[in-house]
């Protein structure tokens, strides 16, 4: 099937109550502030100096990776701004408010994706889940005729290299996580 077809296929799944589901959980805050709480609780988290620490340098990582996330969707949207399906199709059923934002890569999941496997080797349980609810968000935002499938591939992509690459940067930036947890425990903040 391409993109356009299982577009068509999921953005035809519909329902009264549950249109309501999906519009409710793919709002602009529910998600993304969960995830942001979830990181702030894990800087706070460890049981003991050693899990403190590891914790706190997935979190560190997180928040780099997310930098790089949204840089290579930047360059990517300024190349190549790639058109909504309710833009590109017509009849598309759109659950959601029209961005205005190119469609691909989809940045949230993208983000949600770097986040969560940032988390996955300090935490699995929180890097799994957030993981997954990365990938369902992209699902529902297809379903609310927001993003392409191929849009939601390339945010879980775009997430993984961030991901990779946060963690690359602080093994071969030695210090800079040491410095960020001083830094935070001079502040009160650990």
Do not use: C, K
């Not at 949204?70 to 017509?90: E, K």
């Not at 999941?109 to 990938?135: D, F, K, M």
């Not at 191929?150 to 945010?155: A, K, M, N, R, T």
Request: no cysteine; charged share 15%; aromatic share 12%.
């Amino acid at each position: 099937m391409s993109d356009i077809e299982v577009f068509r296929w999921l953005n035809g799944l519909h329902g009264p109550i549950f249109d309501q589901v999906v519009a409710f959980l793919i709002n602009d805050y529910l998600i993304p502030v969960a995830v942001a709480l979830t990181l702030g609780w894990l800087w706070f988290a460890g049981r003991d100096d050693e899990e403190a620490e590891r914790f706190q340098t997935a979190a560190l990582v997180a928040l780099i990776a997310m930098a790089f996330v949204t840089v290579f969707v930047q360059v990517t949207n300024a190349v190549w701004p790639r058109l909504r399906p309710f833009d590109a199709l017509a009849n598309a059923r759109l659950l959601f408010y029209p961005p205005r934002d190119p469609s691909f890569p989809a940045h949230p999941v993208a983000i949600l994706t770097a986040v969560g496997l940032s988390l996955y080797r300090s935490h699995r349980p929180v890097g799994i889940t957030i993981v997954t609810v990365a990938t369902m968000f992209g699902l529902l935002r297809i379903i609310a005729g927001v993003w392409f499938p191929s849009d939601v591939l390339g945010g879980l992509l775009y997430g993984a290299v961030g991901a990779r690459l946060g963690w690359l940067l602080l093994r071969h930036v030695p210090g800079v996580a040491t410095a960020v947890r001083s830094l935070a425990d001079r502040l009160g903040l650990s």
